[in-house]
Structure formats: structure tokens, C-alpha cells
């Protein structure tokens, strides 16, 4: 049986005492995104 917590903010499944990052980085909007698509492509 696996021991997990969820995420209140992005719903990530977290080992016991391990911190979600998802309120560090940064949120990309889609225009950023495909900003950079178009520059690797």
C-alpha cells in the first residue's frame, strides 16, 4: 500500500514531507509557450 498526499493547489501526488513546486516556477501562459516552440523549430 503506497502513502501519498495530494497537492491542494496542481493535485500532484507527494511522498510523505516531499514539497510540491508547482507554487515556485512560474506559470507559462500559451503564448509563451509557443514563443518558444517557434524558436526551437
Same mark, same amino acid.
Given at each position: 500500500?503506497?502513502?501519498?498526499?495530494?497537492?491542494?493547489?496542481?493535485?500532484? #501526488?507527494?511522498?510523505?514531507?516531499? #514539497?510540491?513546486?508547482?507554487?515556485?516556477?512560474?506559470?507559462?501562459? $500559451? #503564448?509563451?509557450?509557443? $514563443?518558444?516552440?517557434?524558436?526551437?523549430?
Amino acid at each position: 500500500m503506497s502513502y501519498y498526499r495530494t497537492c491542494q493547489i496542481c493535485g500532484a #501526488r507527494l511522498d510523505p514531507g516531499e #514539497r510540491c513546486d508547482c507554487d515556485q516556477e512560474p506559470k507559462q501562459t $500559451k #503564448r509563451e509557450e509557443e $514563443k518558444e516552440c517557434k524558436k526551437t523549430a
